[in-house]
């Protein structure tokens, strides 16, 4: 398989060397053809002289698109580049290198996509903050509501897609919270969508972009958007 590592990154600048350095380095082991890209999303810190200075695949966006617009360009760069598999890997660290193959191996069983979970196992140790997790199961809740389908880690960013989704995400992808979004779509549409355990780490460096206040808008704004999204498919 060939398989795309999209790493979208916004001022990730003490993150992304680590992140790429883990990429290559499992590259050497991998029974698959890896490359990657970085989609450095406009930041404002040193990420894309970091990036420039080791001589990384870098695609810089000329200002801030948000994580949606960042990885749709990795999408259509993997489209372009004819990509078996491409497989959504944050740039702060916090996905594991060692189930990139685990990954793939679902896509050669014939999953369309697939999630990496921190809930489907307690392998995880890492599982994000208590009321984070309360808003994770939240929104597991209504998209099997709408959809039919237990997804268990429905904000996970650590997902691989075959061609057929990639073709797809090239063309229509959510923008600014796209993860629950993107995958009751999929579910939707008949996509045949799957998710194994994985382990996942606590960032290094930096915060997240979602802080308390925002998390209000967040839970609105997604839960809202997978019931209009589960509504439009209805009537198609």
Not at 124 to 129: E, N
Not at 195 to 217: F, Q
Request: with cysteine.
């Amino acid at each position: 398989m060939k398989v795309l590592m999209i790493v979208p990154a916004y001022n990730e600048e003490l993150n992304i060397k680590d992140t790429i350095s883990k990429i290559i380095e499992y590259k050497k082991k991998s029974n698959n053809e890896i490359d990657y890209i970085v989609i450095n999303d406009g930041s404002t810190d040193k990420t894309k002289e970091v990036c420039e200075k080791n001589n990384y695949n870098i695609i810089n966006l000329i200002h801030n698109l948000g994580i949606g617009g960042a990885v749709q360009t990795g999408y259509k760069y993997a489209l372009e580049n004819n990509y078996d598999v491409a497989i959504q890997f944050d740039g702060d660290g916090q996905h594991d290198e060692n189930y990139i193959d685990k990954l793939v191996d679902e896509i050669k069983k014939g999953n369309d996509f697939v999630i990496g979970s921190r809930f489907v196992s307690d392998l995880s140790k890492f599982k994000s903050t208590g009321t984070r997790r309360m808003g994770i199961k939240f929104l597991s809740l209504l998209i099997k509501i709408c959809t039919g389908k237990r997804i268990y880690d429905p904000t996970s960013g650590f997902r691989a897609a075959n061609k057929r989704v990639i073709e797809l995400f090239s063309k229509n992808y959510p923008t600014e919270y796209p993860e629950p979004e993107s995958t009751t779509s999929l579910i939707r549409k008949k996509y045949k969508v799957g998710e194994i355990p994985v382990e996942m780490h606590e960032r290094k460096h930096g915060t997240s972009s979602i802080k308390p206040l925002k998390s209000i808008y967040y839970m609105f704004s997604v839960s809202v958007a997978i019931i209009i999204t589960s509504i439009w498919r209805e009537g198609k």
